[in-house]
């Protein structure tokens, strides 16, 4: 579960990880109380689920108080587009209103675990407030990743080599080691699948704070975690996966033509990736679960249809649990009652494979039998060619 900079900032000062001081708005006349307050300049920030807000215009600085209404009435309400947004875009509900700082030196620093080495990896670069990925390609050497065990945790050595390898002056590694160690307490005690703050700063008077932070908590851990579960926000949601949620399905909208109906998350990311490979491209992955029925058949029919760029269905089941002609009645039911208007192939496996594909062969609509994986793929890679 994603949170917003403001919540992560509030998880960071429960941790005494420094941060700007600042405060949410909604409304112009709340940033325009809030600079009063504060003093200018003051960094107005939307609030959304993204990253790149300042290159799509959702982070500005206000110098003066015209600065701060112009700059409120750009972003609130504003409709941000990043590359993490995609086209569409997200709307902006809310601001972080922050104080103006003196910036002498930005780092970047995230913490995710790697599963290659079954780890916990604090990834740094002295080039903070850049695309993180653009380092990595042109300056490799410039990224410095330290592996920490998530048995012994975290130690003086780890924090060391996170200091020499940003180069921190003497006498600011103390507070540096301080700042890491307490992110590193926080992503674990929360069990958090991604921490990043770009940029983590230095300012002119030698203070170390988070000017940015982002924060994405394991959603299988949430029951562990009841103070997090209250900062999800409905409105950042996508709309058909939270529809999917409440059926118990397991939905993620991608952008591409061929809606995908599978049994089983394994299963799921195998058909994604041969449907990419007979040359079309997956709208959706959803995963019905292994004891799917007829009901989250058509309820997997009702949420990628509601997808205007699918142009074809694959579904593919294997029948253990779910015998393949009750699967196939299923299919045929659902069919009929919403009214497909796109085709749909069928792989099956597993218990009354032959029955099942009778029926569907029987039915009268354009439901498509394929032999294995391979042919169901070539066959709805045809359909949306």
Excluded: W
Aim: proline residues 3%; charged residues 25%.
């Amino acid at each position: 579960m994603k949170i917003h900079e403001y919540q992560a900032k509030e998880l960071f000062r429960k941790y005494n990880v420094p941060t700007p001081k600042g405060k949410l708005a909604y409304t112009t006349a709340e940033v325009e109380k809030i600079a009063d307050e504060f003093g200018l300049p003051v960094v107005v920030k939307a609030q959304v689920h993204a990253g790149g807000r300042g290159k799509g215009g959702g982070v500005k600085l206000a110098k003066t108080k015209d600065d701060v209404k112009t700059v409120a009435d750009s972003i609130v309400g504003m409709t941000l587009v990043t590359k993490q947004t995609g086209a569409q875009g997200k709307k902006v509900n809310k601001v972080l209103v922050e104080e103006g700082l003196n910036i002498k030196k930005e780092l970047y620093l995230s913490i995710i675990p790697d599963r290659e080495t079954a780890t916990i990896a604090i990834v740094c670069s002295q080039d903070g407030g850049m695309d993180i990925e653009e380092v990595a390609e042109k300056t490799p050497e410039r990224i410095v990743t330290v592996h920490v065990s998530p048995i012994t945790g975290i130690q003086a050595f780890h924090l060391r080599k996170v200091c020499f390898g940003l180069e921190i002056e003497k006498e600011l590694q103390k507070q540096m080691s301080a700042v890491v160690k307490n992110l590193y307490n926080l992503f674990v005690d929360y069990d958090c699948s991604m921490l990043e703050i770009n940029p983590l700063i230095i300012t002119a008077e030698g203070n170390i704070l988070a000017l940015d932070a982002k924060i994405d908590i394991d959603s299988n851990a949430m029951f562990r975690h009841p103070d997090a579960k209250e900062m999800h926000d409905p409105d950042e949601d996508d709309p058909v996966e939270a529809e999917a949620a409440k059926f118990g399905l397991n939905y993620i909208n991608l952008d591409g033509n061929v809606g995908n109906i599978v049994n089983g998350a394994g299963l799921a990311m195998a058909t994604m990736d041969i449907v990419k490979m007979a040359g079309a491209s997956p709208a959706n992955f959803l995963d019905v679960g292994g004891g799917a029925n007829a009901e989250a058949i058509e309820n997997g029919f009702r949420l990628i249809m509601k997808d205007p760029a699918v142009k074809g269905i694959l579904i593919n089941v294997f029948g253990g649990i779910l015998r393949c002609d009750i699967l196939a009645q299923g299919v045929v039911q659902a069919a009929t009652k919403l009214k497909l208007s796109v085709p749909v192939v069928v792989r099956m496996e597993g218990t009354n494979v032959e029955e099942g594909r009778k029926i569907l062969a029987e039915s009268g609509l354009d439901l498509v039998n394929a032999t294995d994986l391979a042919d169901a793929a070539e066959k709805v890679a045809k359909i949306v060619s």
